[in-house]
């Protein structure tokens, strides 16, 4: 009787172990799976929609590439990070422009779907005109941000120099909206969404658009860095690929993309929607270099000295566009 228990428990047990031998067996596939993708560390700030949600979406799984990122504040720290091999990729301003004609080893391969000069000037509620702002204290951020390009621009365009302001640096966006709300400074210079939300909430209003000042004017770029593009071309290619999928899904899909923002990026959906309503609809979905705006970008950097005047690179020697999708 015991010998026919035995007998009866043996296949069972073999069962046991095939079982166990094929969950290993998958497992161990998964995770080659997953090895087999290509990393890639995309340097951008919090909240970045289109990168976001593709990875939600997993249209860059698709196209075989594990997409992190490296989150920054501002176009300084994006190119900061790709020359210390910190990111792969990454999407911002004007200061990839900067870097990658002072020689900072990166390639712009792409443009995101909103390309031109969104900033912003925004002021407590009694000012009515830029004048009023001189010897005020402003908060136009950091040394080499595009804000601060913005906010000379503007200065420029009006008869004023720097020195006429007490500029001070009040650190991000939200920092520098905190300083603006408690009276610590005078005004601001940010995006478009943190005018609404200051002008919804009556402590601030937008005073001045960049976009006035700039005239044809490419501002934000996707780069990648040229020892990545070297070793993996294709997972560049992938990665416009799939950019461009995300952004064509978005496009299409306005209200979808609105409350995928609210939430799963914590983002304010009054504020948002007025600002993404108008803006989502205008996005250019082609990745494609405005080669006359860079241009017209490298000139106007020149000018307010972030660029050797006596440089003589063009957008074509630091735009490649062989990586995006026909």
């Given at each position: 009787m015991q010998r026919l228990k035995i007998i009866k428990l043996v296949p069972l047990l073999l069962l046991a172990v095939f079982a166990a031998g094929c969950a290993k067996k998958?497992?161990?596939?998964a995770e080659n799976g997953a090895a087999q993708k290509t990393l890639i560390r995309y340097a951008t700030s919090a909240g970045n929609l289109p990168i976001s949600f593709g990875i939600k979406k997993g249209y860059f799984a698709e196209q075989g590439l594990d997409v992190k990122i490296v989150t920054i504040t501002g176009g300084v720290e994006a190119v900061t990070a790709a020359a210390a091999g910190e990111a792969d990729l990454g999407g911002m301003g004007s200061p990839v422009l900067v870097g990658a004609v002072a020689g900072?080893?990166?390639t712009i391969v792409g443009a995101p779907p909103a390309k031109g000069q969104h900033f912003v000037?925004?002021?407590?509620?009694?000012?009515?005109?830029?004048?009023?702002?001189?010897?005020?204290?402003?908060s136009p951020g950091a040394p080499g941000q595009g804000t601060i390009q913005a906010f000379n621009v503007i200065a420029k365009a009006k008869g004023f120099k720097p020195s006429d302001f007490q500029y001070v640096n009040a650190g991000t966006s939200a920092n520098a909206l905190a300083a603006l709300q408690a009276?610590?400074?005078?005004?601001?210079?940010?995006?478009?969404?943190?005018?609404?939300?200051?002008?919804?909430?009556g402590f601030g209003k937008i005073l001045e658009r960049a976009v006035d000042y700039f005239g044809h004017y490419q501002h934000s770029f996707i780069f990648a860095t040229n020892s990545f593009i070297k070793e993996k071309p294709e997972a560049v290619r992938g990665f416009l690929t799939a950019y461009r999928k995300t952004v064509e899904y978005l496009k299409a899909h306005p209200d979808e993309a609105i409350t995928f923002a609210v939430k799963e990026l914590?983002?304010?959906?009054?504020?948002?929607?007025?600002?993404?309503?108008?803006?989502?609809?205008t996005w250019d979905t082609s990745g494609r270099i405005d080669f006359a705006g860079t241009e017209h970008a490298i000139k106007i950097l020149k000018d307010l000295g972030d660029i050797d005047p006596n440089s003589k690179v063009t957008a074509q020697q630091i735009v490649d566009e062989q990586f995006l999708p026909k």
């Open positions: 998958n497992e161990q596939q900072v080893p990166i000037l925004i002021s407590r509620p009694q000012y009515t005109s830029f004048a009023e702002l001189k010897g005020k204290p402003v009276g610590k400074v005078e005004a601001i210079i940010t995006s478009e969404m943190v005018g609404v939300k200051a002008e919804l909430e914590q983002q304010d959906e009054v504020t948002y929607r007025k600002v993404n309503e108008k803006e989502i609809p």
